[in-house]
C-alpha cells in the first residue's frame, strides 16, 4: 500500500546547521494496516508524514501509495487519495464557516468545485446522520460556525470530514495530543470504527504510549530517523507499555540525557 | 450597544476635527448660509443679502494662490466685496480626486451662487457637479478647456460655464531663452506623466522649436522620487532647462536646480514664483492678472450682463519677463541690452 | 436633500470597490493593493471606449474584465512567482500606472460631451434626479447579488476556505493557489467596475483618481463588518455596501463643515483607528478558534 524508498532527509543542506533526519529510511505499509508510530521529539516521526503528504520535499528516495509514485508530486495533488487530521483542532475546518458548509465542503472532495449550489439538500439528512453517531449533540448545530465549536467537537468533525469521501490512506497526527483525556477516549474510539468500518490504511502518530499499544495491529517505534521497533501481528499485540518505556530510557541514556 | 458607541464616536470625531480647524472661518461660513437661504427669498436690492461665491482649488501652489488672489481682486475690481455683497467660501483638494469631487459636490449642494474652479481637474469636477443646475462655473488656469471638454472649438460651452486658460506663451520663452543664450541648441525639459497640460505643452515646444534653432530633450517622470535622476540624466544632455507648469517638476524645483547647477546649465521657468525659487528666467504669464480676467468674467455673470455660456473663454496672450539676476550672474548671463528695460526683476 | 443624494450616489459607487476589498482583505486575508491601480483602469477602459463610440454599459463589462486580468496578474505573481502579498499587489500596481496612461492615452481623458450609462437610461425622464442613484443603485445590487450568489457555490465555499484555512484546501486536494487567483480575479473586477462607474459618473477620466482607493475600500469595509457585526440578520456583503456609504456620509459632512482636504487624510485615518478600536473583535476572535 504505502512505500517509503530510501528516503533521505536533509534539512538545511550545504548551511552550518545541516540536519539529515533520514539517510536511507525504508518502510512499508500493507492495505488495511494501522500503524501507531511513536518516538521521541526529533526521531523524524512528524517528518515521515509531512514527506508522505508532500508538505516537505526530499533530497532522495521514492514515495508511492498503491500504484501512484507520488514523489515530486505536489502536495495538494498527493491527498486526492489520503485524509490527515492535525493535533491542531483548527486544522481541519473552517473556523468562519458553518458546520453544514464544512460537511459539504468536504463531501464534495475529489469532484469539482464549480458554480453548483455549495450545500447540496438532499445530503443534510445525511450529514445529520452522520454527526449524530459522534454524540456529542452536533447535529443540531448544523447552522453554527465552526469556529464557535470546542477543540474535541472540531477534532470529531475534522476526523469525518477527513474520511467521508473514499480514500485509501488516513494520516493521523498526533490528533489527540491537544484534547483532555475524555475526549480524547472519545475521538480514539471513532477513529477505531471508522478505519475498520472503512477499511482505510492508516498511519497514527502519537506521543500517548497507551494508545499506541492499545490501537491499531503494527506499532512502530522511531529513533534518530529509524525505524528501532517494528512490531505487527501476534508480537504487537504481546507488547506492553512497560516494554516501550524501557526502550524510551535505554535510548535516553545512551544520548546520555 | 457597540455599533451605536462606535457611529456617535465615528461622528464626534470628524467633528472634533473640523472644531480645531479654521473656527472663525467656519463660524462665517455659517452664518452666511442662514443669511443667503433668508435672504434669497427675498428681492435683490435687499442690503444684507449676500451673493455666495465658493471657490474651489485642486492644489496647493503659488500660481494656482494668485489665480485665487486676482480672482477676488477681480471681483472687487467689479464691485463685489467680500463682506460687502458677497461671501467667499473657499475650498482646497490637496491634488486629491476624491475630495475634488466632494468638494465641487458640497459647492452644489449649498447652492452656491457661482463657482470659480481653479486648475483642470476641479473644473471638470465642478463643471460635472453643476450641470443641471442654474449654478455657473468660472474655471481659471485650464491650460486646454477644449481638450478637457469644458467647451467647444468655438471657444463657448455647453453648460454653464466659462472661464480663463494659462496657455504657455511658449514662443515668448523660446524667443527669450534664444536672447540669453544665443549659442543653445539643446533645451531639456521634465514633466510628469500624470499632468495632461504638460503633455500638451511638450507638443507645443517641438512644433516651435525649430523656428528658434532649438531641439527639445523631454524626459517623463511617474513620482517625485524619480526627479534626482531624471533631472541629473536630462542636465547632462542639454544647454538648459525649461520648466512648464508641471505641479510635480514644480514642487520640485529644487532638486532640478541643484542637478542643473552641478551640471553648470541654467533653469529656465515658466513663472514668477519659480524664477522666485532660483530659475533665471521665465516669460511668464500673470497669474494674478489671468485671476484678475478671471473675476471680471464672474462679475458680468453675477451682473447678469451675459450668461457664462455666452462668454468665450479667454486665454491671456501677454506675458512678462521675470528674472533673477542672482542666479543669472551664477551662470554668466546677462540681461540682453533690448530686453533691459521690459525685464521684470522677481523678488 | 442633495447632499443625501450625493453621499448615496458616491457611496454606493465605492461600495462596488468595497465589495472587492472585502473579498481580498476579509476573505482572502490578502493585502492587496493592485486596487489603488484598477481603479483607475476601469475608469480609463471606460473613458476611452466611450470616446470611441462604445456602448457605456458594454464598457461596464468591458472595464469588468480589464480588471480581472489585472487581478489575474497579480495572483499570477503571487502564486506562480512565489512573491509576498504585498509585493505582488504593489508590481501589479506599479506596472499598471503605465497601462493606465497608455490606455487612456493622457492622464486626464473627459469624456463631458459622450453618452453615459446614466444619459441612455431608458428611464432617465421619468426619474428624473434619482436617475443617476438608481443606475448605480442597480450595479451594486447586480455585483452584490452574484457576489453573494457565487458566495455559496462550491467554488465560492472553496474560496472562503482559502483564506479561513488553507491547509483544509490542501487536504480538500485542491490547489490553495488557484483559488487565491480566483478571489483576486473577482475582487479586482469588481474594483475596475467601481472605477468604471466613477469615470462615468464625474465624466472624466484623471490618473490620479485611484489613489487612496485601497483606503476607501478597507475603511469600507472595516467601517460596515464592525458597525453592523452585531446585526446578524445582514449579509457581510450589506454591511460592507453600508459602510461605504457611512465612511462617505462622514467625509462629506466633515467638508461642509469646513474642513479643509489637508486635514482629510488625518480624519480618515483617525476614523479608522476608532471602528477599529472599537470592533476589535472580528480579527483577533478568529485567531483564537
Not at chain 2, 133 to 158: F, G, M, R
Not at chain 2, 285 to 294: C, M, N, P, R
Not at chain 2, 319 to 334: C, G, P, R, T
Request: proline share 2%; glycine share 8%; net charge negative.
Amino acid at each position: 500500500m504505502l512505500e517509503l524508498r530510501n528516503i533521505k532527509k536533509i534539512f538545511n543542506q550545504n548551511t552550518v546547521n545541516e540536519t539529515t533526519v533520514f539517510d536511507n529510511f525504508n518502510l512499508s505499509v500493507k492495505k488495511g494496516d494501522f500503524v501507531s508510530v511513536i518516538g521521541s521529539n526529533g526521531s523524524g516521526k512528524t517528518t515521515m508524514l509531512n514527506i508522505i503528504c508532500g508538505s516537505l520535499p526530499i533530497e532522495g528516495g521514492e514515495i508511492i501509495i498503491g500504484d501512484r509514485n507520488l514523489t515530486g508530486q505536489k502536495e495538494y495533488k498527493r491527498y486526492k487519495n489520503i485524509g490527515r487530521v492535525y493535533q491542531n483542532p483548527s486544522l481541519g475546518t473552517c473556523p468562519s464557516m458553518t458546520l453544514l458548509e464544512n460537511m459539504s465542503l468536504a463531501d464534495n472532495k475529489g469532484k469539482i468545485y464549480g458554480l453548483g449550489r455549495g450545500t447540496d439538500k438532499k445530503r443534510i439528512n445525511y450529514y445529520k446522520q452522520l454527526l449524530s453517531r459522534l454524540n456529542l449533540g452536533l447535529e443540531d448545530k448544523l447552522y453554527v460556525k465552526v469556529g464557535l465549536l470546542s477543540g474535541g467537537q472540531r477534532q470529531a468533525v475534522a476526523l469525518l470530514m477527513s474520511t467521508m469521501t473514499p480514500i485509501d490512506f488516513l494520516i493521523l497526527d498526533e490528533h489527540t495530543a491537544a484534547l483532555d483525556p475524555k475526549t480524547a477516549e472519545v475521538i480514539m474510539q471513532l477513529t477505531r470504527e471508522l478505519v475498520i468500518e472503512k477499511k482505510i490504511t492508516a498511519i497514527m502518530v502519537t506521543h500517548n504510549l497507551k494508545y499506541a499499544v492499545e490501537y491499531g495491529n503494527r506499532l512502530i517505534m522511531m529513533c534518530d530517523g529509524k525505524a528501532i521497533i517494528d512490531k505487527s501481528g501476534k508480537e504487537k499485540e504481546e507488547i506492553s507499555v512497560d516494554d516501550i518505556l524501557d526502550t524510551f530510557n535505554k535510548i535516553s541514556i545512551e544520548k546520555g540525557n | 450597544m457597540k455599533k451605536f458607541m462606535a457611529l456617535a464616536i465615528a461622528f464626534a470625531l470628524s467633528l472634533s476635527f473640523v472644531g480645531c480647524g479654521d473656527s472663525s472661518a467656519n463660524e462665517s461660513a455659517g452664518s452666511t448660509d442662514q443669511i443667503n437661504n433668508e435672504a434669497s427669498e427675498q428681492e435683490h436690492s435687499d442690503n444684507d443679502e449676500k451673493l455666495k461665491i465658493s471657490i474651489a482649488q485642486f492644489a496647493e501652489h503659488g500660481s494656482l494662490d494668485n489665480c485665487r488672489e486676482g480672482f477676488i481682486d477681480g471681483l472687487k475690481e467689479e464691485g463685489f466685496e467680500e463682506g460687502k455683497n458677497i461671501e467667499i467660501e473657499y475650498q482646497n483638494a490637496q491634488a486629491d480626486m476624491g475630495a475634488a469631487n466632494q468638494i465641487a459636490q458640497n459647492f452644489v449642494n449649498d447652492k452656491a451662487d457661482l463657482i470659480c474652479a481653479i486648475a483642470t481637474p476641479m473644473a471638470q469636477a465642478c463643471y460635472n457637479a453643476a450641470d443641471g443646475t442654474d449654478i455657473p462655473v468660472i474655471y481659471t488656469a485650464v491650460t486646454d478647456p477644449v481638450a478637457a471638454e469644458l467647451s467647444n472649438e468655438n471657444k463657448l460651452s455647453e453648460k454653464n460655464a466659462t472661464g480663463t486658460s494659462d496657455k504657455l506663451p511658449v514662443e515668448q520663452q523660446l524667443k527669450m531663452i534664444r536672447a540669453f543664450m544665443p549659442e543653445a541648441k539643446k533645451i531639456g525639459i521634465l514633466y510628469s506623466t500624470s499632468e495632461v497640460n504638460s503633455e500638451t505643452a511638450i507638443e507645443q515646444y517641438k512644433e516651435k522649436a525649430g523656428e528658434y534653432g532649438f531641439e527639445i530633450v523631454e524626459s517623463g517622470v511617474n513620482q517625485s522620487a524619480d526627479i534626482p535622476m531624471a533631472a541629473a540624466d536630462i542636465a547632462s544632455k542639454v544647454d538648459c532647462i525649461t520648466n512648464l507648469t508641471d505641479n510635480t517638476i514644480v514642487s520640485n524645483l529644487a532638486v532640478v536646480l541643484d542637478a542643473a547647477e552641478k551640471a553648470s546649465i541654467p533653469v529656465f521657468g515658466s513663472e514668477i514664483e519659480q524664477v522666485k525659487n532660483g530659475c533665471v528666467a521665465a516669460a511668464g504669464l500673470d497669474y494674478i492678472e489671468l485671476g484678475k480676467l478671471t473675476g471680471k468674467m464672474a462679475a458680468s455673470v453675477l451682473k447678469n450682463e451675459k450668461k457664462a455660456n455666452e462668454i468665450e473663454y479667454e486665454v491671456i496672450s501677454q506675458s512678462n519677463v521675470y528674472i533673477n539676476s542672482q542666479a543669472l550672474d551664477k551662470f554668466n548671463l546677462s540681461v540682453p541690452d533690448d530686453m533691459k528695460e521690459s525685464v521684470i526683476e522677481a523678488e | 436633500m442633495a447632499i443625501t443624494l450625493s453621499i448615496l450616489e458616491q457611496g454606493l459607487i465605492y461600495a462596488v470597490l468595497a465589495l472587492g476589498v472585502y473579498i481580498t482583505y476579509k476573505i482572502l486575508d490578502f493585502p492587496d493593493l493592485t486596487v489603488d491601480s484598477s481603479f483607475p483602469l476601469g475608469a480609463a477602459v471606460s473613458a476611452i471606449l466611450i470616446t470611441k463610440g462604445l456602448n457605456a454599459y458594454l464598457c461596464l463589462i468591458v472595464s469588468f474584465l480589464a480588471g480581472a486580468a489585472a487581478g489575474l496578474t497579480t495572483g499570477i505573481i503571487h502564486v506562480k512567482f512565489k512573491v509576498r502579498d504585498l509585493l505582488s499587489g504593489i508590481i501589479t500596481m506599479t506596472m499598471l500606472y503605465s497601462i493606465n496612461l497608455h490606455i487612456a492615452g493622457k492622464a486626464n481623458l473627459p469624456i463631458f460631451n459622450s453618452e453615459n450609462i446614466f444619459s441612455i437610461s431608458p428611464l432617465k425622464d421619468y426619474l428624473g434626479g434619482f436617475n443617476t442613484l438608481f443606475i448605480i443603485f442597480l450595479v451594486v445590487l447586480a455585483a452584490k447579488l452574484v457576489l453573494d450568489w457565487y458566495l455559496k457555490t462550491k467554488s465560492g465555499y472553496l474560496l472562503r476556505a482559502v483564506g479561513d484555512n488553507p491547509t483544509l484546501v490542501t487536504s480538500l486536494s485542491k490547489d490553495n493557489g488557484t483559488v487565491k487567483i480566483i478571489g483576486l480575479v473577482i475582487a479586482n473586477a469588481l474594483v475596475s467596475l467601481s472605477g468604471a462607474v466613477m469615470c462615468q459618473q464625474q465624466r472624466f477620466f484623471e490618473i490620479s483618481m485611484g489613489t487612496g482607493a485601497i483606503v476607501i475600500g478597507l475603511a469600507s469595509v472595516i467601517i460596515g463588518i464592525n458597525l453592523f457585526k452585531t446585526a446578524s440578520f445582514l449579509k457581510p456583503t450589506t454591511a460592507v455596501i453600508l459602510g461605504s456609504v457611512v465612511y462617505k456620509a462622514c467625509v462629506a459632512i466633515a467638508i461642509s463643515f469646513g474642513l479643509s482636504a489637508t486635514d482629510m487624510k488625518l480624519i480618515t485615518g483617525a476614523l479608522f483607528l476608532a471602528v477599529l478600536i472599537l470592533g476589535n473583535l472580528g480579527k483577533g476572535k478568529k485567531s483564537n478558534a
